[in-house]
């Protein structure tokens, strides 16, 4: 029903995952990634009606202020195999433990990822600039990420704008960062947000995204994703208190490959 373009260089490799990087030679695997089986559990678990995420192999969190202790070769030793970290909001502001969880997941070897939370108050180009300023260009990262969601309990900003323009957005912030980094930022969302605006009509785009009910196939209308985060309930050895969870859409080579093409 809906599709995203697809670069030739990763058919093969990204089959089961979303959106495409840009054309490039098609790099080798990386034969030195470990990945680890995951040793999580679930605070509130949900009674997968279809597939369900212990399929996947590549499991990884993503977190942010909230998780404030944080024991990460514990952590890398029970399956986190990737991190997502939040590193600002906005125009103005950056997440306090970004610092800290950036450092500690770089050291414990795993996989990490910066994010932004955009604010739909503020033009997308002031809100690259924030983000460029305050993450470093970190060899190995995984690909920026923009997070794009409606925010109805924001206490500054509630608007809802037209998707049209959300789109054009989205692409300015994704442009500017992508000089930047050179690579294409992953777009995480949430199924109101991917279907008010439809998200899906951006190309050459990834997708991570949010469904704690039941598979992002069936959620989504079969659009293509690279991660899925399934709960925000996730109980993981080295993690104080609650965590969102997640998972990689391929096996444990189509990761390896994946890194050797999106890592910067």
């Not at 991660?227 to 969870?245: A, C, K, L, N």
Request: hydrophobic letters at 40%; charged letters at 20%.
């Amino acid at each position: 029903m809906r599709s995203h373009l697809v670069a030739p260089l990763l058919a093969l490799i990204l089959a089961a995952c979303g959106g495409a990087p840009r054309e490039r030679s098609a790099p080798a695997p990386d034969d030195t990634i470990t990945v680890t089986s995951s040793n999580f559990a679930d605070a509130d678990p949900t009674d997968w009606p279809g597939r369900s995420p212990d399929r996947y192999p590549v499991h990884g969190i993503d977190l942010s202020r909230f998780q404030t202790a944080v024991d990460w070769p514990t952590a890398r030793a029970n399956g986190v195999n990737f991190a997502f970290i939040k590193a600002t909001e906005g125009g103005d502001l950056v997440d306090p433990m970004f610092d800290s969880h950036w450092r500690g997941a770089g050291a414990a070897g795993v996989r990490r990822g910066a994010y932004h939370f955009f604010y739909h108050c503020r033009p997308a180009a002031e809100q690259a600039r924030w983000f460029i300023r305050h993450v470093p260009r970190s060899p190995g990262a995984l690909p920026p990420v923009l997070d794009m969601e409606w925010t109805p309990t924001s206490p500054t900003c509630t608007i809802r704008r037209d998707g049209a323009t959300i789109r054009d957005e989205a692409r300015i912030f994704l442009d500017i960062v992508e000089r930047h980094y050179g690579q294409r930022p992953v777009i995480y969302t949430t199924v109101d947000f991917y279907e008010d605006t439809e998200l899906w009509r951006l190309s050459g785009v990834e997708f991570w995204l949010r469904s704690v009910a039941d598979h992002p196939g069936e959620v989504y209308g079969g659009g293509d994703w690279s991660f899925w985060q399934y709960t925000s309930t996730g109980v993981v050895p080295g993690i104080d208190g609650e965590v969102d969870i997640n998972v990689f859409a391929g096996s444990k080579a189509t990761w390896s490959g994946w890194i050797a093409a999106r890592a910067l």
